[in-house]
């Protein structure tokens, strides 16, 4: 008898071993919580990038990350030279050849312009401004910027060279 008392004492520790020692769950656990995980998540966020620059439709086969972006700084450049060299902006003032143009990409697709860096003493900042607001509207479709799949609002500069024949 002795055996297979030995025996089945030997078999209850194989069967029960596992169960002691293998099983996490019976365990308590440390669970973070909602603030934690919120707040190590928003802390992973990179807020000063965007996951995806605006694009527009023409750029829009470019898979690559920079050449996207250049291909969109490209188009809006030339296309706002373009705008500007109809106007009377080169008349006015011949010696101002390049400006900075503020541009702001909306979440809504919408664009605002501004010029930066124009010194007010040698020219007037309010008919330049105004000039650019009346002349840099009707833009193609911009896709707007994202960030996490969600539509977020850009600013960039873009120097703008002016009387390009």
């Not at 769950?25 to 190590?40: A, G, I, W």
């Not at 124009?118 to 960030?147: C, G, M, Q």
Request: proline share 7%; net charge neutral.
């Amino acid at each position: 008898m002795l055996p297979k008392t030995n025996m089945r004492k030997k078999i209850l520790i194989l069967l029960l071993f596992p169960l002691l020692f293998g099983s996490c769950q019976y365990f308590p656990k440390q669970v973070p919580s909602e603030q934690d995980l919120l707040q190590k998540e928003l802390k992973a966020i990179n807020w000063n990038e965007v996951d995806e620059f605006p694009s527009v439709v023409s750029c829009d086969s470019i898979t690559d990350r920079e050449q996207k972006k250049q291909c969109f700084f490209e188009y809006l450049t030339a296309l706002i030279q373009q705008k500007l060299n109809i106007d009377t902006l080169g008349v006015l003032y011949p010696k101002l050849d390049t400006i900075n143009v503020k541009v702001t990409v909306l979440p809504n697709a919408t664009m605002e312009f501004e010029t930066q860096g124009i010194d007010s003493l040698s020219y007037n900042h309010a008919a330049i401004d105004s000039i650019i607001k009346t002349r840099l509207v009707d833009f193609p479709d911009i896709h707007p910027a994202l960030k996490r799949g969600i539509p977020v609002k850009t600013q960039f500069v873009l120097p703008v060279i002016l009387n390009v024949q």
